[in-house]
Nanobody
Framework: VQLEESGGGLVQAGGSLRLSCAASGRAFSSYSIAWFRQAPGKEREGVSCISSSDGSTWYKDSVKGRFTISSDNAKNTVYLQMNSLKPEDTAVYYC?????????????????????WGQGTQVTVSS
């Protein structure tokens, strides 16, 4: 599976961005896709997850109500709509695939669960 992120950029606080994760190489319905982020000097953390196999989703508490994850199975693409962005959302955002559990939940916050990773896209929120 190959994953490629796009859509990052510079935005002012309160603004919006939509990230995309395009997947190829394996049936999209056979794994879940999660978004992670890593800010400078901090550990990578899970942000959100969506599973095409069972329809489950998961969100980190700090993004609930602001971020929305969705998928377009026909395009093998997962989106992360980010609204009301804050400076603390600044990070490199990665998408990752889990082909083993293929479902979303609190475990979606763990790197070890995911076996496919994209290269990341930078999101910078200015105050």
């Amino acid at each position: 599976v190959q994953l490629e992120e796009s859509g990052g950029g510079l935005v002012q606080a309160g603004g919006s961005l939509r990230l995309s994760c395009a997947a190829s190489g394996r049936a999209f319905s056979s794994y879940s896709i999660a978004w992670f982020r890593q800010a400078p000097g901090k550990e990578r953390e899970g942000v959100s997850c969506i599973s095409s196999s069972d329809g489950s989703t998961w969100y980190k508490d700090s993004v609930k109500g602001r971020f929305t994850i969705s998928s377009d199975n026909a395009k093998n693409t997962v989106y992360l709509q980010m609204n009301s962005l804050k400076p603390e959302d600044t990070a490199v955002y990665y998408c990752a695939g889990d082909s083993v559990l293929s479902t979303c939940g609190p475990h979606s916050d763990y790197d070890e669960v995911h076996d496919y990773w994209g290269q990341g896209t930078q999101v910078t929120v200015s105050s």
